[in-house]
């Protein structure tokens, strides 16, 4: 079964500096999504990606973020001088694109992100 | 007010016990509404979509009143795989973003 792969699964970085995370959403979809979980709270949405442009955004999803897809298959986020707060696990997902929203959204297994 | 509320538990049951989880959103313009699965440090995973009519999926039913904004969970025979967090899950009608709630905790003990 296709499925989301994610990398790393874990990354340590130094509180300031940059970071990028990277996800290969399943193949046929085209809608492409990040998601964060601070330990011990909900998963909360940060970003919808269709078309090569930001379809969505939440209020966290500030101008420390920001997401590309390079290239046929990659999609990344991007977070600019990391902060404590940022600590949490990263999920991407993808979903077809059909004209129901009751399309399921395939997650991959995360990036943990500690920042120091 | 939180956009999605669930009792967070933990539910301890032992197998073969029946539970039932509930959920309330707040946004009556919610539209799609899901149940995920998460495991301990893990991904979510969809266990059903949640359809007016109610629904089942073997050992699982999902009910949604609209009236009241509330979604239910039932399971039915429940076996220790069945322990883990589940998440309600609703989508608001303008976008297609996943509103998670926090989640209910269920152990299944032998």
């Known amino acids: 079964e296709p499925e989301v792969t994610q990398t790393p699964s874990h990354q340590v970085t130094q509180m300031g500096q940059e970071v990028i995370l990277r996800c290969v959403p399943i193949s046929n979809h085209l809608y492409f999504y990040w998601y964060r979980q601070i330990l011990g709270q909900k998963v909360e949405f940060l970003v919808s990606f269709y078309n090569n442009e930001i379809s969505e955004k939440s209020e966290i999803f500030d101008d420390q973020f920001s997401v590309e897809r390079p290239d046929g298959s990659n999609f990344t986020l991007k977070i600019r001088s990391t902060k404590l707060e940022d600590s949490a696990m990263y999920f991407c997902a993808s979903r077809e694109v059909k004209k129901t929203q009751n399309q399921p959204q395939h997650f991959g297994d995360g990036t943990r992100l500690s920042i120091l | 007010r939180k956009e999605v509320e669930q009792d967070p538990g933990p539910f301890n049951v032992p197998e073969g016990a029946t539970v039932a989880f509930n959920c309330t959103y707040s946004?009556?313009?919610?539209?799609?509404f899901f149940w995920y699965r998460q495991d301990c440090r893990k991904e979510p995973k969809l266990l059903m979509s949640v359809y007016s009519s109610g629904n089942e999926d073997g050992r699982f039913t999902a009910q949604l009143n609209r009236a009241s904004q509330y979604i239910s969970l039932l399971i039915r025979d429940s076996k220790l795989s069945d322990s883990a967090t589940y998440l309600c899950?609703?989508?608001?009608?303008?976008?297609?973003?996943?509103?998670f709630g926090k989640g209910t905790t269920l152990s299944v003990s032998s």
């Open positions: 946004n009556s313009a919610s539209q799609s």
């Open positions: 899950v609703v989508i608001h009608q303008a976008g297609t973003a996943l509103i």
